[in-house]
Every structure is written in structure tokens, then in C-alpha cells.
């Protein structure tokens, strides 16, 4: 439970432990017991020097960067205004924070803000950007299939985490997949709890939340839903580092179309080419083993972490993948997913009987029709550098 004081630090695991938890995830729950998070109530600014600079935006507002005064180390500080949903969500992303994959929460307190009550999260900085932006920035390099699965592995570690302790995120995205650092070996890191609900066996997951373009095809409905959710979002994500678009689109200006809402339900998708010509079967066959429509048919995180394309990444061919090249080309209209997804987030809170969207004549994919178009033409057939 949340608790209140000044004096006990935050501890995290080390060396010794961080491996355990990779091996044995079961194994190093147990041996590591996770600290009451204590919520200090003195003013944030005797320890830290709170500016003005933005470093993002999350579910419930922006993100600042502050300094630590005692060694001038940098943060990243959320702000949420204290109620109970807020205090939930600290507590599960605190209960998470020992995980080498997920966005560490450093300090809370709790403080009047603008005359207001708040919380105030002290996190590790972020600095390396989003996922596909740092794919997308590559320049010549290419991408490739087995970096696609380091990185999902990664991802996996996240998730392999949360659903030992039960917790389901509920929003795994790339916009909630950001790197530490702009350096090479910067780790991957999953943030965001705002959606995050505690689960058991008994009782499942009920209340749509999703961003539309990851959302599982139980939570377009009145199904209930659990940790499956992430596991088809895994599956969404895998999919766009292998090619450089999602599965499923919806009409621009629509945060989700019946077109879309449809195809998702009934798991229709494709491998176009040019871009999955190269792609190893076996990442297909783990792309349609994620994407089942129906949960109890989905792979579990266990079995995702155990999967050969996952778990012997030394194994997995390094093909040249068309990713970044794609990415780069189709730059607008990824932000305009990105802006559609944020908009989406407030619909998406609601039961789906009370969502209210027009009928549209035209639900494809536009961005898959418009490339296929260009294709046909022989413009745009080149084989990704090498």
C-alpha cells in the first residue's frame, strides 16, 4: 500500500538479481521483495530543481526535466493530480520498477501544484527517443531481422514481468517504448501506467482502454480481456519492425473505423511485398501465433520468451529489412497515426456501445494501397541496403 514519509530510499536489484530475473522471472519474484513505496510529503524542490523544459507527453500530461541538487543528475517528472486511479497507477508502475526493461521510478511525492494536490513521479530520464524514431533515423544502416528481435525480446522482458506479478499494461505502443540513452547499447524500456490494472485468474480485465492501432479484437466489443491484450500488441509491434507499417489501418480522421474494427476481429491482414519477401517464415508464423483473434488461442509471455525467433536471437537471420526506408518515407503519415492514436486514448476509456462513429465507403488501408500503387509501378522495388 501507499504510505507516507520522508526517509526510506527506493531499492532496486543488482547485477546478481537483474540476471535472475532474466533466467527465471518466477525464481527472482521470490527472492526479491519489493519495498513499500513511500510517498514523501516535504516540497520536491528541497532535492530537486524543477525546470521548465518539456521532455513529452504522457496519458495525463506533459513531462519535465528536473535535476537532482545533491550530485546534479537529470530526471524526468510526471505530474498527476492525486486521487485514487493516480495513486494505482504509481503503485503499479512502482511495483514494476525493479525490471532492467521498465522506466524507473526514482521518488514520489505527494505536493500542492498550482493549488492543487498532487503526485509528483520522479523517473530516470529517457534520452535516446522513441522506438521507430531511433529506427528511423538510421540513415544508410540497415535494419535488420535479428535486431527486430533483440528488440522484441527486450519488449518481452517487460511484459514477462508484469504478468509474473499480474499486471497487464494495457497500452503497449511505440510511443511507450523509449532508450535511455542515443548510444549504442542504450537499453529499451516500456513507461506509462496509466492504463495498467492489477489481475488474477478470476477476475479479468474489463474496460476498453486501448489505442485503436494495438488493440486485441476481444476489446472492440463487450468481451472481457487480460494479459492476452499485450501479448496481441507484442504481435502489432513485431509487425511494424519488420516492415515499417502496422497491420491495420483506419481512415484518416477516424479514430477507429467499423472497416478497421472489423478486420481486427476477424484478424485479417497480410505480408505484402516487397517489404516480407525476405522475412524468415518463422517471424511470420510468430506474428499470426500473437495476432489470434481469439485470447485463449494467443501465445502466453512464457511461450513468446521460449520461442526460437525470441530466445536464440544468435539464430535468427540478419536480413536486410526495408524498416527504416520505410519509415522514412511514410514519415507524415506515421505522425498522423501517432496524433490519431492520442486522440483515441479518451474514446477508448469508454464502453464500446457508447462510442459513436460515422460509417465510411472506404476502410482499406490507405497507406498499404497507396505503396502497393507505387510498387506496381516499379518505383519503389529497390532491395533494402545491405
Known amino acids: 500500500m501507499l504510505s507516507n514519509t520522508?526517509?526510506?530510499?527506493?531499492?532496486?536489484?543488482?547485477q546478481q538479481q537483474q540476471t535472475l530475473q532474466q533466467q527465471n522471472p518466477a525464481q527472482f519474484l521470490q527472492f526479491h521483495v519489493k519495498p513499500t513505496l513511500q510517498i514523501k510529503?516535504?516540497?520536491i524542490t528541497d532535492e530537486y530543481k524543477v525546470t521548465s523544459q518539456v521532455l513529452g507527453f504522457g496519458i495525463n500530461g506533459k513531462v519535465l526535466e528536473i535535476f537532482q541538487k545533491r550530485d546534479?543528475?537529470?530526471?524526468a517528472l510526471k505530474m498527476l493530480q492525486d486521487c485514487p486511479k493516480a495513486r494505482r497507477e504509481v503503485e503499479l508502475h512502482w511495483r514494476a520498477s525493479p525490471c532492467a526493461h521498465i522506466v524507473r521510478i526514482v521518488d514520489v511525492y505527494e505536493n500542492l501544484y498550482q493549488g492543487r494536490k498532487c503526485l509528483l513521479i520522479v523517473m530516470e530520464c529517457m534520452d535516446g527517443g522513441e522506438l521507430f524514431s531511433r529506427i528511423q533515423d538510421r540513415g544508410d544502416q540497415a535494419f535488420t531481422e535479428r535486431e527486430a528481435s533483440d528488440i522484441m525480446k527486450s519488449i518481452g522482458d517487460a511484459i514477462q514481468f508484469l504478468h509474473a506479478i499480474n499486471i497487464a499494461h494495457r497500452d503497449v505502443k511505440p510511443e511507450n517504448l523509449l532508450y535511455t540513452s542515443k548510444r549504442p547499447n542504450a537499453l529499451l524500456k516500456l513507461t506509462d501506467f496509466g492504463f495498467a490494472k492489477e489481475t488474477t485468474t478470476h477476475n479479468s480485465l474489463a474496460?476498453?482502454?486501448?489505442?485503436?492501432y494495438y488493440v486485441a479484437p476481444e476489446v472492440l466489443g463487450p468481451e472481457k480481456y487480460d494479459k492476452s491484450c499485450d501479448m496481441?500488441?507484442?504481435g502489432v509491434i513485431m509487425y511494424i519492425l519488420l516492415c515499417g507499417y502496422p497491420p491495420f489501418y483506419s481512415n484518416h480522421g477516424l479514430a477507429i473505423s467499423p472497416g478497421m474494427k472489423k478486420r481486427i476481429r476477424m484478424g485479417q491482414y497480410e505480408f505484402p511485398n516487397p517489404e516480407w519477401s525476405e522475412v524468415s517464415e518463422q517471424a511470420k508464423q510468430l506474428i499470426r501465433t500473437l495476432l489470434k483473434t481469439e485470447p485463449t488461442q494467443r501465445m502466453t509471455i512464457t511461450e513468446f520468451m521460449n520461442h526460437p525467433w525470441i530466445n536464440q536471437s544468435m539464430e535468427v537471420p540478419q536480413t536486410p529489412l526495408h524498416t527504416s526506408r520505410v519509415l522514412k518515407e511514410e514519415r507524415?503519415?506515421?505522425e498522423e497515426v501517432k496524433e490519431e492514436m492520442t486522440s483515441a486514448l479518451a474514446t477508448m476509456r469508454v464502453d464500446y456501445e457508447q462510442i459513436k462513429i460515422k460509417t465510411?465507403?472506404?476502410s482499406s488501408n490507405p497507406l498499404l494501397k497507396r505503396r502497393k500503387k507505387t510498387n506496381s509501378s516499379g518505383t519503389d522495388t529497390q532491395t533494402p541496403a545491405t
Do not use: R
Open 41 to 43: 510529503k516535504n516540497a
Open 360 to 362: 465510411i465507403q472506404d
Open 6 to 14: 520522508q526517509n526510506q530510499q527506493p531499492v532496486f536489484p543488482n
Open 332 to 334: 507524415d503519415t506515421w
Open 207 to 212: 474496460t476498453p482502454c486501448y489505442t485503436p
Open 232 to 234: 496481441w500488441s507484442l
Open 72 to 75: 546534479g543528475e537529470k530526471y
